[in-house]
């Protein structure tokens, strides 16, 4: 038995902001979980704080499942990102406890190696579609064998998902939500000449991506995914809010291009029906926001069974403990598709010391027992909270976007 007797919540920001479960057990054994919900950061440490960390003392840190469903039925509200993300932080650091007590990285525990590494994808973007190719060229120099296509929009002052640094974005960036205007017409008009010029600059032996933010109707959506066809899109994120999820069948009617969603799901119920009526081709379900490894394992098992791959999410707003768990889970899964990269700033990298690499357009988690991440609390500490929000968007006569 490995006793818990201690567990504590850390809150620092290099860059931006996340939080950490650390879970100490009796023999001394630590393990971290990243509790990170981007904008929404102290509701979820204030609910491991007051509420999960005093129902883990004394338990078992091996009973992964059973501590895992102790904190999902016995709280009777179940579900919500909150709660979803604390569970998933103490799902972590219990999992990176009992690879470290066996010797082994978590994702020999979840059955091994599936494959030699995990095709990730970056993010090249800027704001007209020359910028755009040229990054996209620079990430292929890179090794990358996917990329993601986001361009400025022409007559919109700013896009979500467009930045103005190459490799590092951050869209939460400010105090109080900042309030940008939209048009779909003009998104719409914008995409099919990226794509085209994409392939032009790039070839075919390269993956490209797109993702809509969740601003079209499924019938936009539908439209888009029509145009894009002629490129072989490997996927387009997002096109439309999943929490109606019959909305993806007027998509499917319309569209061949393989549709992924869900990095703002929780659990297997948003994507239970995008499952089983193949709805959807990746489901983008995170670590961090999905329950942990425990839980996500069930999700990729569901989705296995109806030929849906996985796609997990992996913006920066997932700290480097939840990539290393990412990895882990998409090293051993057998229906992984991909993984989103978008890399940390080199003060998120030496707060959050990790195993895991990048070669030849794949990543490997490494083979350091538990989930190869450290948290060196010294810097962590220089790097206190910062409050901020992501933007919110209007259309250009005013009417609040639910995106």
Request: aromatic share 10%.
């Amino acid at each position: 038995m490995s006793i818990i007797t201690d567990a504590r919540v850390i809150v620092t920001s290099p860059g931006r902001n996340f939080v950490t479960l650390e879970v100490r057990t009796k023999d001394g054994v630590t393990g971290l979980g990243d509790a990170t919900l981007n904008g929404r950061e102290l509701s979820v440490a204030s609910y491991l704080g007051d509420h999960v960390i005093p129902c883990l003392i004394g338990r078992d840190a091996h009973r992964i499942e059973d501590i895992w469903q102790y904190l999902y039925k016995g709280a009777y509200w179940r579900r919500g990102p909150v709660t979803m993300t604390a569970i998933a932080a103490v799902d972590m650091a219990l999992w990176d406890i009992k690879g470290k007590v066996a010797g082994l990285p978590v994702y020999q525990l979840l059955g091994g190696a599936s494959r030699e590494g995990c095709m990730v994808y970056g993010h090249a973007n800027g704001a007209s579609i020359e910028a755009t190719i040229e990054a996209a060229l620079d990430y292929r120099e890179q090794g990358y064998k996917a990329i993601r296509l986001q361009s400025g929009v022409p007559g919109l002052a700013s896009t979500y998902g467009v930045s103005k640094d190459r490799y590092f974005y951050e869209p939460a960036d400010a105090d109080l939500p900042s309030e940008n205007l939209w048009s779909t017409e003009k998104y719409l008009r914008s995409v099919p000449p990226l794509f085209e010029a994409g392939r032009e600059g790039l070839g075919w032996d390269v993956h490209l991506l797109h993702d809509v933010h969740h601003r079209l109707t499924p019938i936009e959506a539908g439209r888009l995914g029509r145009d894009l066809e002629p490129y072989r899109p490997f996927w387009l994120e997002d096109a439309t809010p999943a929490e109606n999820q019959e909305a993806f069948r007027l998509i499917r009617r319309h569209t061949t291009t393989p549709l992924a969603v869900g990095e703002i799901f929780n659990s297997v119920h948003d994507c239970r029906q995008l499952i089983q009526e193949q709805l959807i081709d990746y489901v983008r379900a995170t670590v961090v926001h999905a329950g942990g490894i425990t839980h996500l394992r069930r999700i990729a098992a569901l989705a296995d069974l109806y030929q849906v791959r996985t796609g997990c999410h992996g913006a920066t707003d997932l700290s480097p403990v939840s990539m290393a768990a990412a990895l882990h889970f998409g090293l051993s899964v057998p229906n992984f598709g991909i993984q989103e990269y978008m890399r940390h700033t080199p003060e998120t990298d030496a707060v959050f010391p990790h195993a895991y690499r990048f070669q030849d357009g794949m990543m490997h988690p490494g083979d350091t027992p538990g989930l190869g991440v450290d948290i060196d609390e010294t810097l962590a500490a220089k790097h206190p909270y910062k409050r901020a929000y992501l933007p919110v968007n209007r259309l250009q006569d005013g009417t609040l976007f639910n995106w």
